[in-house]
């Protein structure tokens, strides 16, 4: 399984950027998604991620209302919708999946997700 993170760039504050999480050699059906993302000098921390069924999803505080997870499976691909995006947004972003159908995500620990992309760059600068 192999993931690819995509939509990384430069944007101001206050604006709006996709991120996608593109997978290929195994489908997707049965993994929860996470987002990670790591700033520099920082820890890698859990952004968001959502289940299996796309029933459940879960966000860390500072993101909440205004970054939105979703999925398609038909597409074997994840999204992070980021908006009214802050200067403390800036980091590498990565995409996680973990074998799990379990109803309930977490991004707590990231040592529980099996696979990794390589992350894209979200810059936010006026």
């Known amino acids: 399984l192999q993931l690819v993170e995509s939509g990384g760039g430069l944007v101001r504050p206050g604006g709006s950027r996709r991120l996608s999480c593109a997978a290929s050699?195994?489908?997707?059906?049965?993994?929860?998604i996470g987002w990670f993302r790591q700033a520099p000098g920082k820890e890698r921390v859990g952004v968001s991620c959502?289940?299996?069924?796309?029933?459940?999803?879960n966000y860390r505080d500072s993101v909440k209302g205004r970054f939105t997870i979703s999925r398609d499976n038909a597409k074997n691909t994840a999204y992070l919708q980021m908006d009214n995006v802050w200067f403390e947004d800036t980091a590498v972003y990565y995409c996680?999946?973990?074998?799990?159908?379990?109803?309930?995500?977490?991004?707590?620990?990231?040592?529980?997700?099996?696979?990794w992309g390589h992350g894209t760059q979200v810059t936010v600068s006026s």
């Open positions: 996680g999946v973990q074998q799990t159908d379990q109803a309930m995500c977490d991004i707590n620990n990231s040592n529980e997700y099996d696979f």
């Open positions: 050699g195994e489908t997707l059906d049965h993994y929860t």
């Open positions: 959502i289940s299996s069924s796309g029933g459940s999803t």
